[in-house]
């Protein structure tokens, strides 16, 4: 069956968190995002940058991976990997000749992401030009098998400002730093009808009240949206022992809960 083929086409290393009644019958979705994520794992693995190992989602980072839904909000503590979570869910979702935004408050708070995505697209070839970045924001611009596609920052003090062509999916990076009302403006760009999607990662330390309110509100069914925490243990490069991690156990006895969650 289908999962014997996947589990034989990736590394294990990719798996290895993933519960395996999950991989019996797997969206044609997670297939492509899978076989993307392995990929762009042996380049990383070849190439040996340490600020960005291979991809090896923990336990708490695989429930966002599988919501399928078309927004998704993530809390996570600091350093918990929600930004590379973001930008491994672009780029395994990424389809030729589409437009797809970084959202945030500045340039800075979408820089993280970028290097991400471009060091991703670099890995299976499909670069095509990339500019930035500088203090005017960035670009990159896709080929085959990603032909056309287009990546642009844009700053929640100007979604109101473009009535241009809407994005097929966006990211939102440092979420909990943009108001309330750029939250919506982000969520009405969405394109309506074509499988259009938002997901917004922040975390909780800082972050505007609205934040934690509507996170609360999208852990109802039937919210508009799903949303997820993710802690800070749950980035295993940083903290191989998880939970337990001595670091984790130093942080906790000295910092407020919300870094953390």
């Given at each position: ?6 589990s034989?086409?990736l ?20 297939i ?97 030009t990339?500019?930035?970045?500088t ?76 934040y ?23 980035n ?26």
């Amino acid at each position: 069956g289908s999962r014997t083929s996947i589990s034989g086409t990736l590394s294990s290393p990719l798996l290895q968190h993933l519960p395996p009644l999950l991989l019996q019958n797997p969206s044609k979705l997670l297939i492509r995002k899978l076989s993307r994520w392995n990929l762009a794992n042996q380049w990383l693995e070849r190439m040996n940058v340490p600020a960005m190992p291979p991809f090896v989602p923990s336990p708490e980072q695989w429930p966002v991976i599988l919501d399928e839904g078309r927004e998704r909000l993530v809390a996570g503590g600091e350093g918990s990997g929600k930004s590379r979570v973001g930008a491994q869910e672009l780029f395994g979702m990424v389809e030729p000749g589409e437009l797809y935004w970084l959202g945030g408050e500045t340039y800075d708070d979408t820089l993280r992401e970028f290097e991400y995505l471009r060091a991703l697209f670099e890995s299976v070839g499909a670069i095509d030009t990339t500019r930035g970045p500088t203090k005017d924001g960035w670009e990159i611009d896709l080929k085959a098998p990603f032909k056309g596609t287009r990546i642009r920052p844009r700053l929640a003090s100007d979604v109101r400002k473009i009535a241009s062509y809407a994005p097929k999916g966006i990211l939102i990076c440092e979420a909990a730093k943009v108001s309330e009302e750029a939250f919506h403006r982000f969520r009405g760009r969405i394109r309506r009808g074509q499988h259009g999607w938002a997901l917004f990662t922040g975390t909780f330390e800082g972050s505007l009240h609205w934040y934690a309110d509507q996170f609360t509100a999208w852990q109802v069914d039937g919210g508009g949206g799903t949303s997820y925490s993710i802690p800070s243990w749950a980035n295993l490069v940083a903290f191989p022992e998880g939970e337990e991690d001595s670091e984790i156990q130093a942080l906790r006895s000295s910092m407020p809960h919300a870094r953390f969650m």
